[in-house]
């Protein structure tokens, strides 16, 4: 015989690999499941919004016989005021609300990140930069954002930068609040009395502490990207009418409310589930991370 009496097969294997990964996900969905259940609805909302072309319709089809239509199997959602299919508009609009707010976290997380670890590690840097940092605080972040849009045109990379503007100085001042506090740490002292250069030093030593708060502020970062888009939306100053988003959806349907309130609960559900899911998936991040709420779960 090849095999010695008693050696594990490679089924057998990769059998007991399969249960044991079964067994950690099932103790993960029960240490954490916030976490679990908020990812599960915001995969949801971003598979529908991602297949919305092959979901539902063209958003922007006019049909005036079919106007201000109640839910029906025809029309899942309803229609709104120029007969266009909520169903549709709901779905497309969703793929510019959530690519706003992912473009949102991903260039403020970044441009804040780079920000922060240089003004932590340089005081000269940090003068400058934190009063410029406070300067766009000071200023409301709504008003930032219509002024932006205002000054240039109305169009998903304008709100994209439009919103991330005002969110930096946030995750700026994070990450220097981080730095500050590692720099007198004794294994940063001892790279520093070693001659690691100011380079490695942030890569290595400082850039790795800052991952967990990184991630738990950008899911913050998010849900607020996609809530300001939607009142830019609403208010007319975000993209343009051709463009559905879940606020000037709701825009268009606020004269009609009485008559079809359909057309503004339908995409405020949409858009409070991603809010929320992307809320309770930051503190669940928060709360995993943390070492110190670990052990005590």
Known sequence: MDEKVGQPTLNQLELETRKALVVRLQEFGRRHPTVVASTAVLLLLIILTI?????????????????????????????????RDVYSRTLHGGRISLTVGLGVAV??????????????????????????MDGLMAIPEILLAITFVAVTSASVQNVIMAIAIPEIPRVAR???SIVLMIREQPYVEAAVSIG????KMLLRHVLPNTVAPLLVQGTYVFASAVITEALLGFIGAGTPPEIPSWGNIMADGR??????????FIPGTFLTLAVLAVNVLGDGLRDMLDPRLARQM
């Open 255 to 264: 004269i009609y409310f009485q008559m079809a309130p359909w057309i503004i």
């Open 174 to 176: 994070l990450v220097r």
């Open 107 to 132: 260039i403020a997380t970044f441009i804040g990140l780079v920000v922060g670890l240089v003004s932590g590690y340089s005081r000269p840097v940090d003068a400058v930069m934190m009063r410029f």
């Open 51 to 83: 297949a919305a072309p092959y979901l539902s319709s063209d958003p922007l089809d006019i049909s005036p016989r079919n106007r201000l239509k109640a839910p029906s199997t025809e029309h899942w959602f309803g229609t709104d005021n120029m007969g």
């Open 196 to 199: 690691t250069s100011l380079p």
